[in-house]
Structures are given as structure tokens and as C-alpha cells.
């Protein structure tokens, strides 16, 4: 299936929320179908008040958490925290959730940081729970992580049976299971280190993308083609010399012009290319969402101006 693209624009960044406020109105102006913010303890605003307050300033432009760090939060309470912000925004929130990676956000709260088995395990079963929150209902849950005693209903999602389900990854296991259960895929580098560092670009590369592709099909079985594949670009340098530009480029991460060229998360070029470039991502992965940093939102305008719908 044949997804028509549409765009993103990332504030994770920003420590003003004045200023994540601007970027969603100004994204909303430029056409973009989505603004969000990730999730971690820095100086970043929190994701969940920011994107509340965007609602509040924008009428149409998708919110999203990309992603929320599951062991930082009870997924009882957060769940009602979504469906709240569904409900205020009139059914714009897509729930992005992830096992968590970063080891300085379980430093800093004291979280014991288990292997990324155990997380991913705990996100799962956290999923199933949300889901049941989101759900008409009283409800109870018991299992290895989560234990849950008669909830009698929570605030109901406009969108439903709830807000898109947003998984992203760069491991097979994760990957696997955003297959199993989401209703949008992101691909990212695989942060098994703990940090984006140049060890992460040979996770990037086409041939890893194959790999991270047949994971997330291993997964999702019949319900493939039914997903949404998103990618995260990470560097984005319009350029009149593309050549050029990715000989330079390319030892950032570790990697040969060619392949540093060819991956989903890196856009060199002039607007024609970078375009070239998306469609090829359509082509050979079924990536249809981009999303890239709040620096270049309104550089890479004519990108979206070109391609949204297409």
C-alpha cells in the first residue's frame, strides 16, 4: 500500500515554551501534519504541557509525543492524560510511546535502568493497559510489571478506540513489537549505546533499514500493510553540491558517502534531490511520515509544499 507523505517538525530541543508554541503555529501555517516533542530530563520543556498548550494556539496540526519514556510514568495516569489532551484539542494526539534509552533520564530519577529486554517487556504490557483505560469500561490488570485494581472508566479519547499508537525503534525486538501492536512505525538509529554518536550510523544504513523493515513485517504479519512507516532525520544541508557535501559529511558518521547518502535519516541536497531522495525512501521502504528538527522548519517548507499528499 501506497501512502500519500506528510510531515513533521520536531521541538524536542527547545527550552522555551513560548517558542514551541510559535513552532506549532508556524508549522500549522506551512502545511506540516504534525508537531511533537520528545522526552527526556534536560533542559527541553516538558511534552506533555507543551504540547497542551500548542493545542490551545492551533486548530489543525497533529500533536505528538515521539516519544514518551514509558518507565517515567504509571500508564493509568497517563492515559488519561492523553485522552484529556484528545479531547482538548478536538482529536488531534498521536500516542507516541517508547521503552526509554537515554541512561541519563534513569540517573537522574533514581530509575533503576533495566536491559532493554526488560524494558521493552514493560512497555508492552503497558500498551495493553492503556488500551484498556482507553476502552469503555471498568477494568483490571495484574502482570509481571503492572498491577491494576478496578478502574471504573477513565476520560474517553475522541479518537477511537484511541489516539494513533506510535512506536518507534532502531532494535529487532522493539521493532518487532511496534509491528505487533502500533498504528505508526518510526525508524530511528538504534541507541543500544545509550547515546546518538557516531557509532550509530552503521545502524542507519540501507541495508540495516532492510533489516529493520523485515523485523517490523515479522511483527506485524498480515496487518503490514496497515501501518504507517516513519523515519527521523537527524541532518538536514541543502546544498548545490551534493557530491561534495556528503564526502564531508559522511566521516560523522563513520560511513561511506554512498551509504550516508542513501539512509532515512540524512537529507543532502538541493529541494529537487532531497525530494528525489523521500520518494526513493517510498520506494524501497514504504516510509511515508518525515519528521526532522524545529531548526529547519521553514527550509525545508518547499519540501512539504511539494510533497504533501503526493
Known sequence: ???????????????????????????????????????????????????????????TIGLSTLVLANDLRNPVVLAKEIATLDRLSGGRVTWGIGAGWQPSDYERTGIAMDRAGVRI?????????MRQCFADGAFSHAGDHYRVTDVDGSPQPIQRPHPPLMLAGGGPRMLALAGKEADIVGLNFSLAAGALGTAAGATGTPDRTDEKIAAIRSGAGHRFDEIELQTRVHM???????????????????????????????????????????????????????????????????????????
Open 1 to 59: 500500500m501506497t501512502r500519500p507523505f506528510r510531515f513533521g517538525v520536531s521541538g524536542g530541543a527547545l527550552a522555551d515554551p513560548h517558542d514551541f508554541v510559535a513552532l506549532a503555529r508556524q508549522a500549522e501555517s506551512l502545511g506540516y501534519a504534525s508537531v511533537s516533542m520528545s522526552d527526556h530530563l534536560d533542559d527541553a520543556i516538558a511534552p506533555l504541557i507543551a504540547l497542551t498548550a500548542a493545542a490551545s494556539a492551533t486548530d
Open 121 to 129: 517487556a514493560r512497555l508492552e504490557e503497558a500498551v495493553a493497559v
Open 236 to 310: 538536514v544541508i541543502e546544498s548545490d553540491d551534493r557530491a561534495n557535501t556528503l564526502d564531508a559529511m559522511a566521516p560523522a558518521f563513520d560511513l561511506s558517502p554512498e551509504d550516508a547518502g542513501s539512509m532515512p535519516h540524512v537529507l543532502v541536497g538541493t529541494v529537487d534531490e532531497m525530494c528525489e531522495s523521500i520518494r526513493t525512501w517510498r520506494d524501497r521502504w514504504g516510509i511515508s511520515y518525515v519528521t526532522w528538527s524545529a531548526d529547519v522548519v521553514d527550509a525545508m517548507a518547499p519540501v512539504v509544499e511539494r510533497l504533501t499528499g503526493e
